[in-house]
């Protein structure tokens, strides 16, 4: 029996029948947005992240002083949420969901993955396989913003392959994940690729500890993730050296009657993949004949707060955001693969109102960027900046189904 909201299929055997559960939910999302001057983006600028640089003319005109504005429902979004038999004891479910802004800058309108996992649920642990958010993406606690990518560049914004296994104790749960990456890859001689973490051959691994009671709840995570940017020099010889590094936040959730607080801080070295500030560059000459270098992590930290009603049809709210370049334990004597190499700092403040009618919401908000330019010595440490602003004005209508 198939419907719109509900499968029954048959088994391969005729003399039983598995029964499936599938729902489809999504929205589409219309969004207008205008700013004053050119940004940092990705996907037809619907992933912000910072104000350009200062870029002068001849005569010292900032050719990046000049605004911008685009239309977009490339954030629109459909997806099927499946429950199955029980499998191992476990029950099962799968999710699939899927946008349109595509996997790269020249992949927009493509339709793009972004969830496809299964799960399974015993009692107490759960155990996923598939592509889902980050560890470090807490769905549990995350910004209320409207602009697209959940407040990055200073809140995670990653999907991965990944194993992850999590147990739940009392108030208390914990987890551990094994991820790949995949289109949230990380960067390096061959540009944007998933490459550096295959050749090293072993997986991105995080922990991670929650503390929930009623309307609290608050955490933890640590990670390291190890990279072999190349296997051979460029003069031809046979290399091994990895880039690893180690990353964590806190962050903590309370929950009154008709509001949310939610903060974050995460620290760490190479968080590029993860769309925040930070990288790595070759930090030490090994053997000048071979070429080869020894690598050195551009360490970031990065902070978020934000305040909203839950409920209501009237609904506003406000996020603020901080993230600092804090450079480089090693000399960057070569090469170096970095988001806002040239940043020493940039930060956020969005307050946004929406009204809620049935399964549509009209929101506007608005998202006040400054990023400080300069230029870094040879730890990516910075002397003088200069601050650099950019006001995006978005209003949204999105039909949730």
Not at 48 to 62: C, W
Not at 162 to 186: C, N, Y
Request: hydrophobic share 35%.
């Amino acid at each position: 029996m198939l419907g719109i909201f509900g499968v029954m299929i048959p088994a391969l055997s005729a003399s039983s029948q598995i029964p499936f559960q599938v729902s489809f939910h999504g929205f589409v999302n219309y969004e207008l947005f205008f700013d004053t001057r050119q940004t940092e983006t990705g996907r037809e600028g619907n992933v912000l992240l910072f104000p350009s640089a200062e870029n002068p003319d001849p005569e010292g005109v900032d050719l990046n002083a000049h605004p911008s504005f685009q239309m977009s429902l490339l954030s629109s979004r459909l997806q099927a949420a499946i429950k199955g038999p029980e499998v191992l004891g476990a029950e099962s479910s799968a999710l699939f969901e899927v946008d349109f802004l595509g996997t790269g800058p020249s992949m927009f309108n493509h339709i793009r993955m972004r969830h496809a996992k299964v799960q399974l649920d015993w009692e107490q642990t759960s155990l996923i396989a598939g592509q889902y958010w980050h560890p470090l993406f807490v769905t549990s606690c995350y910004p209320g913003v409207i602009h697209f990518g959940g407040g990055v560049p200073y809140n995670v914004l990653n999907r991965s392959p990944q194993l992850r296994l999590t147990h739940k104790s009392g108030a208390w749960s914990s987890m551990i994940a094994l991820l790949g990456q995949s289109d949230f890859a990380s960067t390096g001689p061959q540009g944007k690729s998933s490459v550096y973490l295959r050749n090293s051959g072993i997986p991105e691994t995080w922990g991670q500890i929650i503390f929930e009671h009623e309307n609290f709840m608050a955490g933890a995570s640590a990670g390291v993730l190890s990279l072999q940017p190349q296997t051979q020099t460029p003069n031809g010889y046979k290399t091994s050296e990895r880039m690893t590094s180690l990353g964590g936040n806190l962050f903590f959730k309370l929950h009154l009657e008709s509001f949310d607080i939610k903060a974050q801080g995460t620290l760490g070295e190479n968080m590029n993949h993860l769309v925040m500030l930070g990288g790595y560059g070759e930090a030490g000459l090994i053997d000048a004949e071979k070429n080869t270098y020894s690598y050195s992590g551009i360490r970031s930290l990065s902070s978020w707060i934000d305040l909203g009603e839950s409920t209501g049809k009237w609904r506003s709210g406000i996020f603020g955001g901080f993230s600092k370049n804090l450079g480089s334990t090693r000399e960057i004597e070569g090469t170096s693969w970095v988001r806002g190499g040239n940043i020493s700092y940039i930060y956020r403040l969005a307050p946004r109102l929406g009204y809620f009618t049935g399964n549509t919401c009209f929101h506007i908000e608005l998202i006040y960027d400054v990023a400080a330019y300069g230029t870094p010595d040879g730890h990516f440490n910075f002397g003088e900046t200069t601050p650099i602003a950019n006001l995006r004005t978005l209003g949204t209508i999105k039909y949730s189904f």
